[in-house]
């Protein structure tokens, strides 16, 4: 042990007085090596504090490379978020051209339909006209499917001629009958 002076421990006894207590003496108890030693240890304590330093900045890296991972995560989800709402619009967009032709198509069928049985009422109108004339239907339609045209006068059913009523017989039996 050996006694130190107390200037080199100025804040000490600075600090002490103002704390109300008095410093005589400072004791080093401490060890004392050679030179080698404290070398040896210094160069021990500059390995871990460089190891400290890398592996603190391997940590820092570490870190900056799972942000840039996780961002790089992040747009890629937002990415394909976009996408799939994308491909939901294009879909949703071809399912109402979609919908829009088939009620276009129905539209349409239902025109024709209603032209079809408007012509069926037509050409059905007709040929109860043409029956009320007395035309031989059967007739018009085999000259129509021939595609002939005809003159509709050769088409009327001749009438079969109406007996005129027969004169009101006497109910006189003949004369030569014999009476009884």
Do not use: W
Request: hydrophobic share 35%.
């Amino acid at each position: 042990m050996r006694a130190l002076d107390q200037e080199s421990f100025r804040v000490l006894c600075e600090k002490a007085t103002e704390i109300g207590y008095a410093i005589n003496r400072v004791v080093f108890k401490g060890f004392s090596t050679t030179d080698l030693l404290r070398a040896a240890t210094d160069v021990s304590v500059e390995e871990k504090t460089k190891l400290r330093v890398q592996a603190s900045a391997e940590h820092e890296r570490q870190k900056r490379l799972d942000f840039q991972m996780e961002k790089r995560e992040a747009r890629s989800r937002k990415q394909m978020s976009l996408d799939v709402e994308d491909a939901d619009r294009r879909r949703e967009a071809v399912e109402r051209d979609h919908e829009q032709r088939l009620r276009q198509e129905k539209e349409l069928c239902q025109l024709r339909l209603e032209l079809m049985e408007t012509e069926q009422r037509q050409a059905l109108d007709r040929l109860q006209r043409l029956k009320v004339l007395d035309v031989d239907i059967t007739r018009v339609l085999v000259a129509e499917q021939r595609g002939v045209s005809v003159p509709a006068e050769q088409y009327v059913t001749p009438s079969p001629k109406v007996k005129e009523p027969a004169e009101k017989e006497n109910p006189q039996p003949p004369s030569n009958i014999a009476k009884d």
